[in-house]
Every structure is written in structure tokens, then in C-alpha cells.
């Protein structure tokens, strides 16, 4: 009898295996169901209690409405809403100042997460009963969503608040790879040491975060993670909103990882054109690479970051000693990357340099997978 279930549990995990080699797919987000729509589930969590919400404009409902105003309008007291890089309504350009204020349309304070205040403080949280987490994250290291979710859940649990996640798909959840960051080089742009592309949701990345007592001190807070229904790791999604302004669509979305190594070169991705993060221009020479053909055969594209355009563009700009900027370490997390580029390393060699790290990372992913 023994034998027969084994055999069976053998079938069935082949069986899974096969349906998982199909490949992606690319879904519309509203496909799957958001943590922001099971309410059923987090509702009775928020009665009677002085709530803040940490939000900008990827946390909508379904039907488009904001989480805000769908809180507000089931009687939930939003005491203070809190927003990270690109402000409350997302039209900040990376970088930018995103000042605190009033949401005009609720009349609610708002707390900018970004510039020198991206750790909410104990007079910010003042007042809290518990936090509400929604943000749409693009499942990349520099994309500094998740380091503000760090954030919160320190000051939260410094300050004994627990926090809700409402979980959302990862448009980049299909893969892992690149190098993982050397604690040396960890900023706002990369926490903790993870590989650039880490296969995450975000609800998933905070309970790695917490459980793995990566915050402050190894501190954990009470944390409570409302899971996705309908999500397909494996699928590529359509955003219904762009999660920042110079990622207007999902062909930005995915070209995004190995686009934003340019950052830290003095190539630009497009900024400013009707194609960010779906082309780079070579500097002096004045040639466009359109991506947006690849993108559209991501189904025969292979599963890993693109090193030949920076290496490519790196060997066309031989001559120029500023192709890297002080921001290149900062991005990749590890010391030795620019140089082995600029010593035109072959691409196996250096990703083969990467693959203890992912390897070790895998093992602390697993534990953390809800899908």
C-alpha cells in the first residue's frame, strides 16, 4: 500500500512538473485575485482600531478603486497614510523629494517614506493600533518598495504595531537570478542579501524578512500576510496601473532588472521618451537599441537577467573611462562585477560566479513560498 502512494505522489509530481515546463504566460493582474480584495479576511482586523495605511497609487481594488477610499468607505478609521518613493499618487520621478502633506481628497496626513524620513518614527506611528501594507512591487533588489516595507515592519515592531501585507503579483516572480549583495554594500537600493531578481511576492519577501530576522537587531513584528488567489508564479502580468512613472507598461516591467544596470553607466534607458526601460542609447555614437521586440518573445527568451546588452554596450564604448558611475556597486551589490565587464569576462564565467550565492539563497527562499 505503501508503494502504490509513493508511486502515485511520483505520478503527480511529474504530472506537475510537465505542466510547469509550458512556459509563461502573460495574464492581465486582474486575473489573480489581490490580498486588497479578500477582505473578509482583514476587515475584522481593522474594527475599532486607529489605522495607517502604507499606499500610493498601485493600491487599488479591482474595480479600480482605492484601497483608501474602499477602507474609508467601510467605516475603517485611517488615522495617517504613509507613501514611499514617487509619492502618494506615484508622479515623482526616481529621486525626487516627495514632500508629506494632506491627500486632498480625504483630508488625511500623509508621511513621505522617502529622502531623509524613509523609517516611519515612533511620533509618525503615534497613535497607530496597526499598519496596512499594500504596494505593487516589481520583484527587483534596487526597486526600493520592499526597502520601505523593511522599514515599516522595524519601526512597527520597535514600536509593537502589528502589520498587515496585502500580498500582490510579482510580474518578475518567474526567475531568480543575478549576484547576491555583499552585506558591504547594502543602501537603500538593496537591504539584504538576496540576488538581484529574487522570485518573491512581496508578501512572500516580507515574511522572508521577518521570519529570517533580517530587521534591525533581529527583531520580528507581528506580521500578518493576506495571501493571492488565482496566482500563476510562472506568468508574466499585465499591471493595471504603472507601479512608477518610467515603467508605463509591462514591457518596461520586464525589461526593467537588466535595464537598470544602465544606471550605473552612463547609458540612458530612455528616460524621458515615449519608451522607458524599453530601449538604451549609447552616448556619443548616438544609436537607440529598441528592446521591444524581445520583449514581446519573452516566451522564447531564457529565464535569467540579459548581461549581453551592458556587455555588448561596454565593448562598443572601449574607449570611454566614465561608463561606470559611482552608482554601479551600489545597484549590482557586489564589488567585482564592473571590473570583470570591463575586462570582457565571458557572460558563463560570470554568472557561474553567482551560482553558490543563488544556490544558498534558494534554500532560504524555499521556506518562504506561499504559491
Same mark, same amino acid.
Given at each position: 500500500?505503501?508503494?502504490?502512494?509513493l508511486?502515485?505522489?511520483?505520478?503527480?509530481?511529474?504530472?506537475?512538473?510537465?505542466?510547469?515546463?509550458?512556459?509563461?504566460?502573460?495574464l492581465d493582474?486582474r486575473?489573480?485575485?489581490s490580498?486588497?480584495m479578500?477582505?473578509?479576511?482583514?476587515?475584522?482586523m481593522?474594527?475599532?482600531?486607529?489605522?495607517g495605511?502604507?499606499?500610493?497609487?498601485?493600491?487599488?481594488?479591482?474595480?479600480g478603486?482605492?484601497?483608501?477610499?474602499?477602507l474609508?468607505s467601510?467605516?475603517?478609521?485611517?488615522v495617517?497614510?504613509?507613501?514611499?518613493?514617487?509619492?502618494?499618487?506615484?508622479?515623482?520621478e526616481?529621486?525626487?523629494?516627495?514632500a508629506?502633506g494632506v491627500?486632498?481628497?480625504?483630508? *488625511?496626513?500623509?508621511? &513621505?517614506?522617502?529622502?531623509?524620513?524613509?523609517?516611519?518614527?515612533?511620533e509618525?506611528?503615534?497613535?497607530?493600533?496597526?499598519? !496596512?501594507?499594500?504596494l505593487?512591487?516589481?520583484? %527587483?533588489?534596487?526597486?526600493t518598495?520592499?526597502s520601505? +516595507?523593511?522599514?515599516v515592519?522595524?519601526?512597527a515592531?520597535? /514600536? /509593537?504595531?502589528?502589520?498587515?501585507?496585502?500580498?500582490?503579483p510579482?510580474?518578475?516572480?518567474?526567475?531568480?537570478d543575478?549576484?547576491?549583495?555583499?552585506?558591504?554594500?547594502?543602501?537603500?537600493?538593496g537591504?539584504?542579501?538576496?540576488?538581484?531578481?529574487?522570485?518573491?511576492? =512581496?508578501?512572500?519577501?516580507? +515574511? +522572508?524578512?521577518n521570519?529570517?530576522?533580517w530587521?534591525?537587531n533581529?527583531?520580528?513584528c507581528?506580521?500578518?500576510? *493576506?495571501?493571492?488567489g488565482?496566482y500563476?508564479r /510562472?506568468?508574466?502580468?499585465?499591471?493595471?496601473?504603472?507601479?512608477?512613472? /518610467?515603467?508605463?507598461?509591462?514591457?518596461?516591467?520586464?525589461?526593467?532588472p537588466?535595464? %537598470?544596470l544602465?544606471e550605473g553607466?552612463?547609458v540612458?534607458?530612455?528616460?524621458?521618451?515615449?519608451?522607458?526601460?524599453? !530601449?538604451?542609447?549609447l552616448?556619443g555614437?548616438n544609436?537607440?537599441?529598441?528592446?521591444?521586440?524581445?520583449?514581446?518573445?519573452?516566451r522564447k527568451?531564457?529565464?535569467?537577467l540579459?548581461?549581453?546588452? =551592458?556587455?555588448e554596450?561596454?565593448?562598443?564604448?572601449?574607449?570611454?573611462?566614465?561608463?561606470?558611475?559611482n552608482?554601479?556597486?551600489k545597484l549590482?551589490g !557586489?564589488?567585482?562585477?564592473?571590473q570583470?565587464?570591463?575586462?570582457?569576462?565571458?557572460?558563463?564565467?560570470?554568472? &557561474?560566479?553567482?551560482?553558490?550565492?543563488?544556490?544558498?539563497y534558494?534554500?532560504?527562499?524555499?521556506?518562504?513560498?506561499?504559491?
Amino acid at each position: 500500500m505503501t508503494k502504490r502512494i509513493l508511486a502515485l505522489f511520483a505520478i503527480i509530481m511529474c504530472i506537475s512538473l510537465i505542466i510547469n515546463a509550458k512556459g509563461q504566460k502573460l495574464l492581465d493582474a486582474r486575473e489573480a485575485v489581490s490580498g486588497a480584495m479578500r477582505m473578509e479576511q482583514y476587515l475584522p482586523m481593522l474594527e475599532n482600531k486607529h489605522v495607517g495605511v502604507v499606499a500610493n497609487q498601485t493600491s487599488i481594488m479591482d474595480n479600480g478603486t482605492h484601497l483608501v477610499d474602499t477602507l474609508l468607505s467601510h467605516g475603517v478609521d485611517i488615522v495617517k497614510i504613509f507613501t514611499p518613493e514617487h509619492g502618494f499618487r506615484g508622479t515623482a520621478e526616481a529621486g525626487a523629494h516627495v514632500a508629506s502633506g494632506v491627500d486632498e481628497k480625504t483630508g *488625511i496626513a500623509i508621511v &513621505s517614506l522617502y529622502g531623509k524620513n524613509k523609517k516611519p518614527t515612533a511620533e509618525q506611528l503615534q497613535g497607530l493600533d496597526i499598519l !496596512v501594507f499594500d504596494l505593487q512591487d516589481v520583484g %527587483c533588489r534596487f526597486y526600493t518598495y520592499i526597502s520601505t +516595507m523593511t522599514y515599516v515592519m522595524e519601526a512597527a515592531a520597535e /514600536n /509593537n504595531i502589528p502589520v498587515i501585507v496585502l500580498d500582490r503579483p510579482n510580474p518578475n516572480g518567474f526567475y531568480v537570478d543575478g549576484p547576491v549583495l555583499e552585506p558591504e554594500n547594502k543602501s537603500f537600493v538593496g537591504m539584504h542579501c538576496v540576488p538581484i531578481v529574487y522570485g518573491l511576492t =512581496i508578501g512572500e519577501y516580507a +515574511m +522572508m524578512v521577518n521570519c529570517e530576522k533580517w530587521l534591525e537587531n533581529g527583531i520580528q513584528c507581528d506580521l500578518t500576510v *493576506i495571501a493571492l488567489g488565482n496566482y500563476d508564479r /510562472n506568468a508574466i502580468y499585465k499591471l493595471p496601473v504603472k507601479p512608477s512613472p /518610467n515603467l508605463p507598461n509591462w514591457e518596461a516591467v520586464y525589461l526593467y532588472p537588466s535595464l %537598470c544596470l544602465f544606471e550605473g553607466t552612463e547609458v540612458g534607458v530612455g528616460r524621458g521618451t515615449k519608451y522607458p526601460f524599453q !530601449v538604451y542609447i549609447l552616448p556619443g555614437i548616438n544609436d537607440t537599441v529598441n528592446l521591444i521586440d524581445y520583449a514581446h518573445n519573452y516566451r522564447k527568451n531564457e529565464k535569467k537577467l540579459n548581461l549581453s546588452w =551592458i556587455m555588448e554596450a561596454r565593448k562598443r564604448l572601449a574607449n570611454d573611462d566614465k561608463f561606470f558611475n559611482n552608482y554601479f556597486i551600489k545597484l549590482v551589490g !557586489v564589488g567585482d562585477l564592473q571590473q570583470k565587464i570591463d575586462s570582457a569576462i565571458p557572460e558563463d564565467e560570470i554568472r &557561474s560566479s553567482w551560482q553558490d550565492g543563488i544556490d544558498n539563497y534558494l534554500k532560504i527562499r524555499e521556506k518562504y513560498l506561499i504559491y
